[in-house]
């Protein structure tokens, strides 16, 4: 089955950037999301489709794509910002959809 | 405001079955479909399936194929997640999502992202 693979943790100090990546085989074919989820919510989506902010999101988070492998990146990252991080995207016909394992993001 | 709400906790025994309830309001329906993604303790989200809700055609991920069924009725706008032959790795918090944003063109079919989100249900299999 299709898989998306990403770092399980990325630490970084207030105010710097932290980078958080995701690879799959089919990225180039289809979108990927990116969801924010802190202890005891549901997720929230950051980023969609590869680089699009919802309104409501941060101008701080962003996306970008090339090839297999997606960004995710958090400018100016915040104590607030400490959360896990999911990317989530579908096998190359659309029809499964698939999480990344997820990322936690400790803001040091 | 768009919400889902979910049905409150369950408690089962192994080999039984747990159906939870998605209820829909704020936008039409039958407009979009409906996910349903699991999250065991401490693990991270894992994508169960989706149903149209226009004409609950269904799509299930191959785990979870032939233990889960996802249905709708639209009359009340509610979305239901039957799993069936539970086990104790089945506790975990389950949520429901609604799809936006898909698109079609000439070259495939490009699903959406998940927003809203339910609040969560958790289901608890122990004997």
Redesign the interface.
Known sequence: ?YELTQPPSVSVSPGQTARITCSGDALP???T?W?Q?KPGQ????VI??DSER?SGIPERFSGSSSGTIVTLTISGVQAEDEA?Y?C?S?D???????????TKLTVL | QIQLVQSGGEVRQPGASVKVSCKASGYTFTDYGI?W?RQAPGQ????MG?ISGYNADT?Y???FQGRVTLTTDTGTSTAYMELSSLRSDDTAVY?C?RD??EEYDNS?????????????TQVTVSS
């Open positions: 089955s074919k289809q979108y999301y969801y989820q549901a997720p929230v989506v969609y489709k919802p896990d999911y989530q579908a190359s016909r659309g029809t499964y959809r698939v999480f990344g394992g997820g | 996910n993604v991270g989200l894992e994508w989706w799509q991920a191959q785990k949520f999502a936006a944003g495939g079919y490009y699903p959406g992202w998940f927003d809203p989100w339910g609040q969560g």
